[in-house]
């Protein structure tokens, strides 16, 4: 998945308009203008669309965390430079504050069986033994339970 796919997926399921998300990239203390926002969610056709950058869909989950959680007191973390899917996982179960329990659940919704020792491998440090990297399928599925979840009557591919 790319990152504009998967900021894209983000916003049609919490249904986030452009001036709130240029707002979550304030509280992450990282400044982006409407029409960044605008290119970022231009369709993979369209020849304006702008490719997203690692750091900029970090600081975007950074601070929607703390959009959904309340913004930390003190200096904000700072945005990663590389992001992989086990890091965007990890970001939306901070920010949706969901336990394994509830993960298991969204992806029940998506069709989706997983074991929660499968679960655990993808939240564990990389040099863990039984780290496992979560792939465009798990992330792509995880999205799509959270879209049943949260926009239950709407059926679309979130794009």
Not at 37 to 43: F, I, S
Not at 51 to 80: H, W
Request: glycine share 6%; net charge neutral; charged share 30%.
């Amino acid at each position: 998945m790319t990152n504009n796919d998967i900021f894209r997926r983000i916003r049609y399921i919490f249904d986030l308009k452009e001036g709130t998300i240029v707002d979550i990239f304030s509280l992450a203390e990282f400044d982006v203008t409407h029409a960044q926002v605008t290119d970022w969610l231009r369709k993979d056709e369209d020849e304006a669309l702008l490719k997203m950058k690692d750091v900029e869909l970090a600081a975007f989950l950074n601070g929607f965390i703390s959009f959904k959680r309340g913004k930390r007191e003190g200096e904000q973390p700072a945005p990663e430079k590389n992001l992989n899917n086990n890091m965007v996982f990890q970001k939306l179960r901070i920010a949706l504050d969901l336990k394994a329990d509830d993960i298991l659940a969204i992806f029940e919704l998506a069709g989706f069986r997983i074991s929660n020792h499968e679960l655990s491998a993808f939240f564990r440090k990389p040099n863990h033994k039984n780290y496992r990297e979560c792939k465009d399928q798990v992330l792509r599925n995880f999205l799509m339970g959270l879209q049943y979840q949260w926009r239950p009557s709407q059926n679309g591919d979130g794009s």
